[in-house]
């Protein structure tokens, strides 16, 4: 009852920041960049086995991020620069790429190679996050080909159905689609919930035997929100998506729209996010505990999961492990009073 698990992405330990200057430097050779991916694996996985997660993640170890980890793997895109070099940090000093024409990944996109690793390292429920269409366009600027970014989307259903298909012929039992909200930071946006409802049906088509989610994300990059943070707009047309679950963020929104739950999805699981990966601040094990049982007023327990609200990439690692530790135990509190 009330399941744990993480969006995705888990903190990076120091020593693998020092480990990537010296990749970047050319001083490490492929044995050693091997051995430095499947260490931060291993700790990811101890890490969350240790704070007791019911479903754990890989972490994203061998993603730069998790949308520019992908760009390598594509064809017909060439580095458009940054917009704006100057001045406080944001989502716009991050560099675009431009379509030179048809855009692909024909190597794929490596997700099954770390579903098999994963496995052999943990006895636990392992759930593999992949960007959706629009996630990976976030960066992306229609130049040539395409007239704008859900025509540029719709060109990355066919990569992701496939590497779901490979995902679930592998075992994988748990995949996560993430998709960012609307208006998204993006040329020739907004997307629509039908858009996202649409595309999510066409990557998961022909698949069974998976249990499929959908994360709708604020943004985390230097927790930088891009988009005003509400579900409202998103329903009924999310419905239309055939997810098993919606992860949806509240932590970082004080709980804002629980309540409105049982009027939006009553037939769906919720992944609550409960702790917020956007603030240093620790939320103790009585603040989740809170947090749980405020879902309980609005959602069926045998429907509600409890997560991060995003992925914890950019919450230093002392942090982020205190907060998934918090998350576990707090649930078990309110675990007990069931």
């Known amino acids: 009852m009330l399941p744990t698990t993480v969006v995705g992405s888990y903190a990076h330990p120091s020593w693998f920041y020092a480990a990537k200057e010296l990749m970047e430097a050319g001083r490490f050779g492929p044995v050693d960049v091997e051995e430095t991916f499947d260490d931060a694996v291993d700790r990811a996985i101890l890490d969350q086995e240790e704070a007791g997660l019911d479903v754990i993640s890989d972490g994203e170890m061998r993603r730069a991020s998790f949308v520019w980890a ?63 269409p629009f996630a990976l366009t976030t960066f992306i600027r229609p130049v040539d080909y395409y007239t704008d970014r859900t025509h540029l989307a719709e060109a990355f259903v066919p990569a992701l159905n496939h590497e779901i298909r490979q995902l679930a012929a592998a075992g994988c039992k748990w995949i996560q689609l993430d998709e960012p909200a609307t208006p998204g930071y993006a040329a020739n946006d907004p997307h629509t919930a039908a858009d996202i409802a649409r595309l999510f049906n ?8 998976v249990h499929f989610s959908l994360h709708i994300c604020f943004g985390s990059f230097r927790k930088l929100p891009y988009a005003k943070k509400t579900y409202a707009r998103y329903f009924p047309d999310l419905l239309e998506a055939r997810a098993d679950q919606f992860v949806l963020e509240y932590g970082t929104r004080e709980m804002a729209e629980i309540e409105q739950w049982m009027s939006w999805a009553p037939d769906r699981e919720l992944g609550a996010g409960i702790i917020d990966i956007r603030t240093h601040y620790c939320e103790t094990p009585d603040d989740v505990a809170e947090r749980v049982r405020k879902c309980l007023d609005h959602v069926p327990a045998d429907k509600l999961f409890l997560t991060t609200d995003c992925g914890l990439r950019y919450v230093h690692r002392t942090l982020a492990r205190q907060k998934i530790t918090n998350l576990v135990a707090g649930v078990q509190q309110v675990r007990e009073t069931l």
Do not use: H, W
């Not at 048809?102 to 392992?126: C, D, L, W």
């Not at 066409?202 to 035997?209: L, N, P, Q």
């Open 70 to 132: 992908f760009a390598s793997r594509m064809t017909g895109l060439r580095d458009g620069g940054a917009p704006r070099k100057m001045g406080p940090m944001s989502l716009d000093m991050r560099n675009v790429q431009e379509t030179t024409g048809p855009v692909g990944v024909p190597n794929g996109m490596g997700a099954v190679e770390e579903f098999a690793y994963a496995s052999t390292r943990t006895t636990k429920p392992i759930k593999i996050p992949l960007p959706g």
């Open 202 to 209: 066409a990557c998961i088509d022909g698949v069974t035997g």
